[in-house]
């Protein structure tokens, strides 16, 4: 099955997660929970590759959990040390004593870390764990793919951000996030940053990720007053988007941005569904 000893658990030994490479004796039970919507993973729904190719990248590592000879768990993490952070990035399993098992031996070799969820809201025995962990959770999101373009006007002011509103930039954007603006200045190969400037001020931004054959837009603000440049900072990332996709997550009850995400042509994934969560591990 290609695992291996993960480290101490109970007693001196894991119960039931072990650390694999190989995923090729799970696909029965990755493909039966990927299709219950109670249990279904919604990076997973959206590319399965989001859990195949976890086994590849040099900061993934990927479990699974077998109890009585039966696989009841596998779960895939980004795990970034020098950040102290990590993410689950798939998690598959409809038991609870798998969970647990999962989420001590994470806290247990990663303490202090912050640890990130995307989860199916309907999934009840994970959200519980969340819950009694004390994680923040925020507004169920669903999303939205680009299907087709539509007519969008220019705006004067609307282009690439430029070095000398780098600063106005950093003041204005959303604080409370792994990809501060700080980080993603410093990732110019992975995101792009579109800005509305109007008299010299900086009234607006878009953040959208780049390189990929989808790219999603992830952070749009626009200064009070100036919501008419949200429609031109995204009809300007999808122009420079092109040839390649796009996608974006929404809260399933702000009817403004689906409607407009809606104006310029995407629309919305079917079973999509998903909850942020987020806590910190214990030292």
């Not at 480290?7 to 696909?27: P, Q, R, S």
């Not at 959990?65 to 993490?77: L, Q």
């Not at 001020?201 to 989808?214: A, P, W």
């Amino acid at each position: 099955m290609g695992e291996k000893e993960t480290g101490d658990g109970k007693n001196g030994v894991w119960k039931m997660i072990t650390v694999i490479d190989n995923l090729e004796a799970y696909t029965g039970f990755i493909e039966r929970l990927a299709a219950d919507p109670r249990y279904s993973d919604p990076h997973f729904s959206y590319d399965p590759q989001n859990l195949y190719s976890a086994l590849q990248a040099p900061d993934h590592k990927a479990y699974a959990s077998v109890d009585g000879g039966a696989a009841n768990g596998v779960f895939a993490w980004v795990i970034l040390p020098e950040d102290r952070y990590a993410e689950l990035i798939v998690g598959f399993s409809e038991s609870e004593d798998a969970w647990e098992e999962m989420f001590t031996l994470i806290e247990r070799e990663n303490p202090g870390f912050q640890l990130d969820f995307v989860i199916n809201p309907r999934h009840d025995v994970l959200r519980g764990i969340l819950q009694r962990k004390g994680a923040m959770f925020e507004k169920e999101q669903k999303k939205f793919r680009l299907v087709r373009e539509t007519a969008a006007a220019e705006a004067p002011g609307v282009d690439v951000l430029q070095p000398e509103y780098e600063e106005q930039y950093c003041a204005a954007h959303t604080k409370d996030t792994y990809w501060t603006a700080e980080r993603i200045l410093e990732a110019r190969d992975r995101f792009r940053v579109l800005a509305a400037v109007e008299q010299g001020k900086l009234v607006g931004y878009l953040d959208i990720t780049t390189g990929h054959s989808e790219n999603e837009p992830y952070d749009l603000w626009t200064a009070p007053g100036f919501d008419r440049y949200r429609k031109p900072l995204l009809a300007a990332a999808i122009r420079r988007n092109r040839p390649n996709g796009m996608m974006v997550v929404i809260d399933t009850d702000d009817a403004a941005e689906i409607a407009l995400y809606e104006s310029v042509g995407f629309e919305a994934i079917e079973n999509s569904e998903s909850v942020y969560a987020t806590y910190q591990a214990g030292d």
